[in-house]
């Protein structure tokens, strides 16, 4: 039987919470071997690349069920889901001269989503706020190949990244038609690349998002063409994704707390309004996702930041809501309610961060 993308991560939720209960510190290469195997990771790509040509809706609940079993697992799974979204645009978003190059590429990279190569996001950097104008890392041309150097933070999956994807500037004499940044492809392994072991995060332990230091670390190449970001605006893939996370953990929150049924017709109804509120955030999510579409545009783009403002920070207002009616024997470090509490706060801190986003909303503000 084959199964959708919604019964595969349901059917896999409850082992994944499992052994999120049973090690909340170490990274889940089990959860993630198993999303693998069962085609999640690679599910965007079009079914006659090996995907099942999942919309972003689905790929936005499959998160959301995921955060809700082990947020971790859901953060890490979003990095190459996203990605594989990005691939998803399909070989007619290139201009004509890109077009067999990127058409290439799509099939050589779901030929490696296949093989269970893990592509991880590496992009971060200190002070730069979740912006991408100010990248530091730098990419150069030397013999015919592109090298990086430049310093990343909170590069999730570590050393068990298969390949990083990571944003570098370019010059254009090195590269026409370069956009603000571009991503490049640089293996975990090659010379140059030196991963450090330094992350022990509030929540998210075992994301493994760790400092990358690059040194002029080879590149494979670029992801897609020149000016990638701004043609394709993949972006907001991801800005869905990382909302579902806080939602999940507030879904999970709250599903724990409402079993069994409280006695207190007072908790009851606070629950009730935690549920309102929880399909209201989930609704707005799920309305942004459906209208993604490659190169949506700057009012998408404006739309995207503010779902991903809102539903951010609200589902960690609920989180903490919830929590706070929880009782004195979920307030223990290692309890799962206090678990997704802490790990809810990732949302609002990934890319862009929340204070970088409302800054950027009041910027874009118009009395439309
Ligand atoms: C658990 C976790 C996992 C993550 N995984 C990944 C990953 O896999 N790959 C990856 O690339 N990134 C990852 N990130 C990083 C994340 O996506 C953000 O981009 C990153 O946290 C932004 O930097 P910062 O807020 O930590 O710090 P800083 O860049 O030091 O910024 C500090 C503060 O100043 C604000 N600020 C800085 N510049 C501006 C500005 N110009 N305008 C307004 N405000 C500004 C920021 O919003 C921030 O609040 C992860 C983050 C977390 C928490």
Known sequence: ???????????????????????????????????????????????????????LVDAVDAIETIASASPSTALLAAMPIGLAGAYAAGPDVAPPEHRRAWAEQIDRVAADYRAGTLYAACNSEKGAGGSLEATKTTAERRNGRFELTGEKILASFGRYAGLFFSTAKVDQADMPGAGVVEFFLVRPTAAGVHILDDWDGFGMRSTESHTVRYTAAPA????????FIEVVQPLQYWFALFSAIPLGCAAAI????????????ALRLRLADARMREEALRAYLHETARAWRPGAGPAYAARALRTKTYVTQEATRLCAELFALSGGRHYKRDDRLARALAASFAGTALRPPLPLALDTLVQQFSSE
Do not use: H, K, W
Request: proline share 11%; with cysteine; glycine share 8%.
């Open 1 to 55: 039987m084959v199964r959708t993308l919604a019964e595969s991560v349901r059917a896999l939720a409850p082992t994944l919470a499992e052994r999120e209960a049973a090690d909340s510190e170490q990274y889940p290469s089990e959860n993630i071997a198993d999303l693998v195997a069962a085609g999640v990771i690679r599910a965007p790509f079009p079914v006659s690349a090996g995907g099942s040509g999942c919309t």
């Open 220 to 227: 494979e190449g670029i992801v897609g063409f020149p000016n």
């Open 254 to 265: 709250r599903r724990e707390l409402a079993t069994p049924t409280p006695e207190s017709p």
